[in-house]
Every structure is written in C-alpha cells, then in structure tokens.
C-alpha cells in the first residue's frame, strides 16, 4: 500500500468512526497534515511468534522472517506496552502431520473444530525451535503468551485456540491494562498475525496490522485472503514509517 492508499484508508476509517469505534487520532493525524501515528498510554504492540522454527533454517521457514528482526526492536522501543507471543506445542500435537498416517505437511483433515492444516512439527516445548530469536532485543516487554500447548486443538491467534471457545487471556490482561487499540506484527501475516487482528477486533480492540514488520506464508493464496478478512473486518493496514518512533 502506498502512501497515497493508506491516507484514503485513513480518511476513509475517519468516516466511519461512529460506527467502529475508530479513535480520534485518526481525524487528528488528518487535521496535522500528517500520518504520523504515536503510540500512547493505551497502545499496546503485539509481536506475534517470532521464533526460531519461523525463520530461515527453522522446520516451517517463513521467507524472510529472520529481515523483520531489527525493525521489531525498533518499532518496540516506542511503545510503553509490549506483548510477546510464542507457539508452544507438544511433540504428539494434533497439528503436526506427523501425528497422521500418509499424512504430508500442508494437507487438511477435518477435527471437531473444523479444517485443520497440518504442519511440520514445529515450536516443540522447550526446544530451542520454539525459542524466540536471538536477535529479539525488547527487555521491556511486559507478558509472553504461549499457545497451541493443548495437544488437540491448534492455536493461531494470540486472544483465542483454534476451537473459538479457549481463551488464552490476552483480552483480559489488556482489559486490566486499559489498552484499547492493538498494533501487531511479527510471523506469520496470514495465520498467526491476522488471526490475532481478527481476534482483537472481536474483543472490541481497535486493531492495526504493520506490513513490513511481518511476513507471510502466502499458501494457496492465503496472504491475500487474509488481507481481505482483516480489512472487512475494519483492521487497519499500515507500515512503519506510518508510525512517529523514537
């Protein structure tokens, strides 16, 4: 998205606020001749599973996930709130094609709760692919959630398990924090990211999506189909230079 694109999306969320809650920085960003957004008192980042299995010699590699690295830890030094997430599986987890008889990674099979994926085992509990990347650099970040340790059912989102009924209590814990807008980033953009955007939108957080902070997976044309979800469902869209960083 250009600049010229994102200031249409600003305005165009400025005249829809009344009906989804957009914040007022929006028409005040506009007002200053300026895009510039500054995280506050009640913004939260969310950095959503940048692990080691997530990056390039990891067992389930997102394609540049290792570049977003530096510009997370910048990103993160200007916010006063910072949350971590981690995927934390068991080695038998229902996700891991492994588990499946002629089973292959990325083929589905249908569970209780709907389509499952199936992956490369990956982000095993206390393995060092399920750490978080070295060069991860945020001392300041408040809370890690982990997800996907339940061994039956799979985990994308850092507010719900894949079930939609398993809460992980990030939306609680950022109630108490009276946080009310979300900023997220991080591995990957179409399953762990936008489900966690979708997810704050459900629990009434205004939610915003940092592009070039993330990378995709884009499998079978998931990453469009998941820019498409995120923007009906009033995610915003944005990129770094969009943010006034420290």
Not at 100 to 107: G, L, R, T, V, Y
Not at 127 to 135: F, H, K, S
Not at 199 to 214: C, L, P
């Amino acid at each position: 998205m250009n600049d010229s694109s994102r200031r249409r999306f600003l305005t165009g969320a400025g005249t829809l606020a009344a009906s989804v809650a957009m914040p007022s920085w929006i028409g005040q960003a506009l007002a200053a001749g300026s895009i510039k957004i500054k995280p506050g008192a009640h913004d939260a980042l969310l950095v959503i599973d940048v692990q080691n299995c997530f990056v390039p010699g990891g067992s389930l590699a997102v394609k540049g996930g290792d570049e977003i690295v530096p510009l997370i830890n910048r990103i993160a030094r200007s916010f006063e709130n910072v949350v971590l997430t981690q995927d934390w599986h068991t080695a038998d987890h229902v996700s891991f094609a492994s588990q499946h008889d002629s089973k292959k990674p990325f083929e589905t099979i249908d569970l209780d709760y709907g389509t499952q994926v199936l992956w490369p085992d990956h982000c095993v509990q206390g393995t060092q692919g399920a750490e978080l990347v070295g060069g991860i650099d945020i001392p300041h970040a408040q809370l890690i959630i982990r997800k996907g340790f339940h061994r039956e059912v799979d985990s994308y989102s850092a507010f719900l398990e894949a079930d939609r009924k398993t809460e992980t209590g990030l939306a609680g814990y950022l109630r108490g924090r009276r946080i009310d807008r979300v900023f997220l980033c991080g591995l990957a953009t179409d399953y762990c990211v936008a489900w966690s955007a979708l997810d704050a939108r459900k629990f009434g957080f205004q939610a915003v999506v940092i592009e070039d902070a993330s990378r995709g997976i884009d499998l079978n044309g998931s990453l469009a189909a998941a820019w498409q979800d995120m923007k009906k469902a009033r995610v915003g869209r944005i990129k770094s230079t969009d943010l006034q960083l420290a």
